[in-house]
């Protein structure tokens, strides 16, 4: 009953992996350039929906009457510090230190748009960590080089694995994409798997 084409406006793996797992069709369209900033006196919970729909407004112009394109952002916050991705693998190493032992949030903040209609909502995940040692965090950057993710981390990887001992929320929001939300979301346009024919 898909009434819209999905356009998923990342190249991230996990965001492509993520969104396929729902069973729909969609296809991937980048736009470089795209400006990511954020006012300084934003409240933290709001900035990644904000950045969400910077990047919408750059794809809204281009959409076809049939389009939907989804935007999103990740953002880690620890302390009220916000986390992107690490610069190199000593700002990785800092970050991974901070988040050592402590609770910190994932937010993404996700947009869906077509040329009519728009919706925006922030999902957040509360995630802990043990205390990490220093050979486990160079261990894992030295084999991960996690300086594509914000925070320094993937939970899917080998430091989730030996370290996240809590998690409250979408572990998938975590990944990147709180599919849940989003496949709630794409059915009030119209878009699902689920329907035609039922077999009796």
Do not use: C
């Not at 409250?168 to 496949?183: A, H, K, T």
């Amino acid at each position: 009953m898909e009434r819209h084409r999905i356009i998923l406006a990342s190249n991230s793996p996990r965001r492509k992996e993520l969104l396929a797992g729902i069973g729909i069709d969609f296809e991937v369209r980048v736009l470089q350039g795209i400006d990511e900033s954020y006012p300084a006196d934003l409240p933290i919970q709001d900035t990644a929906e904000y950045i969400s729909r910077k990047k919408a407004a750059a794809y809204r112009e281009q959409l076809a009457d049939d389009e939907l394109v989804i935007t999103a952002d990740t953002i880690v916050v620890l302390d009220d510090e916000v986390m992107g991705k690490p610069a190199d693998e000593q700002e990785a190493s800092s970050m991974l230190h901070k988040l050592s032992g402590r609770t910190h949030q994932v937010i993404t903040g996700v947009t869906l748009t077509t040329k009519e209609r728009q919706q925006s909502f922030s999902v957040l995940t509360d995630v802990t960590f043990k205390q990490l040692s220093d050979e486990e965090i160079d261990y894992y950057i030295t084999h991960y080089h996690p300086m594509d993710k914000a925070g320094a981390y993937g939970i899917q990887e080998w430091i989730g694995y030996i370290g996240v001992t809590g998690l409250s929320g979408s572990y998938f929001n975590v990944m990147g994409l709180p599919v849940q939300r989003i496949y709630e979301a794409l059915k009030t346009y119209g878009v699902s798997p689920v329907g035609g024919t039922q077999r009796r």
